[in-house]
């Protein structure tokens, strides 16, 4: 262990005497805004700068392949012709449609595993790693698994539905389908964030107290009764947490579903994140995708409130 | 004890002042409630026009809720 004191003098005489006479002249707070600034001044740049140049580009015809042409100020222009685009609006259904059912199914299987591994069963620990392991894995890797899942002819999806179904295996395909690929791409969601929506739900089964159901026990309510009256209203801030986080999550969703279906086939997949992709670098609208960009922003930003609130909520119980 | 004699009776005043109807709770709740509709109008499948319009709804929505989170309980 070395000696402080010894550590301490080192570092005063280390000091240059005009640094040291300068600090002494500080009061605590300015050192405090001191050690603090550079951190604000890298979260300026890096979050907030950017944030500003978009809104200021969401104004302009500027085109990220034609930086020599003269920016030009189109007021509301991107915004009107977003909020008018029957495109975006399908898009924007699309995102809908996999939001919706992701955390509709997330939710439900989250909170029914959550609730079985609350029973503490024999080899609870283990089980929960288990069901852990797709949330700890990277988009990327499960989109690219997923897709060789689903391939008609080798993809083991396809010959569990013909095992349970009898549909022949290579009749269909999950990613090539109209009907069938806004499911595929809710299937995958599903299965990688459950775990996550189940901690959320058994952290809020977890701090409901013992001695209520004692005292349900006490008054002869029925696990029945028990569920609908104490373990649901009680879990419910944790879960409206949990859809909320994940319906922000979802919304923004871009890598998995570039991964499985790039959008395809035809737009069926096209969620607004990918919409946003191809304006800004492949149609290289940058004024145009800075506008949808901000819209999105906002949206989120909205969504965020809401988390905030019921995260409060929760913090009051 | 002395200050909160002091400053009771000027923040039982203020508590009165501030109108009931303009509590942060309740504003909140309002906040949200645009926020919530703005969203649906932007992803429902029936109207383009309430499409147009959800954008605004949004941001009026999230701008009132951060002004009256600032309210007094």
Redo the contacts between chains.
């Keep these: 262990m070395p000696d402080m004191n010894a550590i301490a003098d080192r570092v005063a005489s280390a000091t240059p005497p005009h640094v040291g006479k300068a600090i002494r002249g500080l009061s605590d707070r300015s050192i405090a805004w001191i050690f603090v600034a550079p951190t604000m001044i890298l979260l300026l740049a890096i979050n907030i700068f950017p944030l500003i140049w978009t809104v200021y580009l969401s104004f302009t015809n500027y085109a990220s392949n034609r930086p020599n042409r003269a920016v030009v100020n189109v007021g509301l222009k991107w915004?009107q012709d977003i909020?008018?685009s029957?495109e975006v609006?399908a898009a924007?259904?699309a995102?809908?449609h996999f939001?919706f059912w992701t955390i509709f199914f997330q939710t439900l299987i989250g909170f029914g595993l959550a609730y079985l591994i609350d029973r503490k069963f024999r080899g609870h620990a283990f089980w929960t790693t288990i069901i852990l392991i797709p949330m700890m894995l990277s988009p990327a890797v499960v989109g690219n698994f997923w897709k060789f899942l689903y391939q008609p002819q080798i993809g083991l999806f396809n010959y569990v539905i013909s095992f349970f179904t009898g549909i022949p295996p290579s009749s269909f395909e999950m990613l090539g389908s109209v009907t069938l690929a806004p499911w595929a791409i809710v299937i995958v969601d599903t299965w990688m964030w459950t775990p996550y929506v189940m901690l959320i739900c058994l952290a809020g089964l977890r701090s409901i107290p013992d001695y209520i159901y004692e005292a349900a026990e006490v008054d002869r309510a029925s696990k029945w009764r028990q569920f609908w009256s104490i373990t649901l209203p009680m879990a419910l801030p944790f879960i409206m947490l949990a859809v909320l986080f994940r319906g922000i999550e979802n919304f923004k969703m871009f890598d998995m579903v570039v991964l499985l279906t790039g959008g395809g086939p035809g737009s069926t997949t096209e969620l607004a994140s990918i919409t946003l992709k191809r304006q800004a670098f492949e149609a290289y609208r940058t004024g145009y995708s800075s506008a949808f960009a901000i819209?999105l922003f906002?949206?989120v930003?909205?969504?965020a409130?809401?988390y905030v609130?019921a995260l409060n909520k929760v913090k009051q119980r | 004890m002395s200050l909160q004699s002091q400053s009771s009776p000027s923040n039982g005043a203020q508590r009165k002042r501030w109108p009931r109807w303009a509590r942060r709770n309740v504003m909140e709740s309002v906040a949200v409630a645009l926020i919530a509709l703005g969203v649906l109008m932007l992803v429902q499948p029936f109207s383009i026009t309430l499409y147009g319009w959800s954008f605004s709804v949004v941001l009026a929505g999230t701008v009132m809720f951060m002004i009256v989170s600032k309210f007094p309980e």
Excluded: C, D, E, K
């Design positions: 915004y909020l008018s029957p609006w924007m259904q995102t809908a939001v819209i906002v949206v930003f909205g969504l409130n809401i609130r």
